[in-house]
Nanobody, 121 residues
Framework: QVQLVESGGGLVQAGGSLRLSCAASGGTFSRYSAAWFRRTPGGAREFVAAISLSGGTTDYAESVKGRFTISRDNAKNTVYLQMNSLKPEDTAVYFC??????????????WGQGTQVTVSS
């Protein structure tokens, strides 16, 4: 089964950018759909973005469309989340997830530990 490790979180001012990375190991990463979720300070888990096996299809939450971009490099077993024009309400713990399903908004079976993103106003 695949293991996921996120990196790239940190503290940034509103309007700034961050790029999160999720490194996968223990499986053939190109067999997995991948996604980013976040857990807000209030405790809610939110879908952020997802990407298909080859990267040809992506899906975004309305709240991040036009600001965030998900991508993947299967040769490096890594999925990325480029976050631009960050807002204080983007503050959350961001999690990488993977699934053998092709349903991008379906259930995800494998999860990373999370990386904190804090956006100051």
């Amino acid at each position: 089964q695949v293991q996921l490790v996120e990196s790239g979180g940190g503290l940034v001012q509103a309007g700034g950018s961050l790029r999160l990375s999720c490194a996968a190991s223990g499986g053939t990463f190109s067999r997995y759909s991948a996604a980013w979720f976040r857990r807000t300070p209030g405790g809610a888990r939110e879908f952020v973005a997802a990407i298909s096996l080859s990267g040809g299809t992506t899906d975004y939450a309305e709240s991040v469309k036009g600001r965030f971009t998900i991508s993947r490099d299967n040769a490096k077993n890594t999925v990325y989340l480029q976050m631009n024009s960050l807002k204080p309400e983007d503050t959350a713990v961001y999690f990488c997830a993977a699934t053998l399903s092709t349903l991008l908004r379906g259930s995800y079976d494998y999860w990373g530990q999370g990386t904190q993103v804090t956006v100051s106003s």
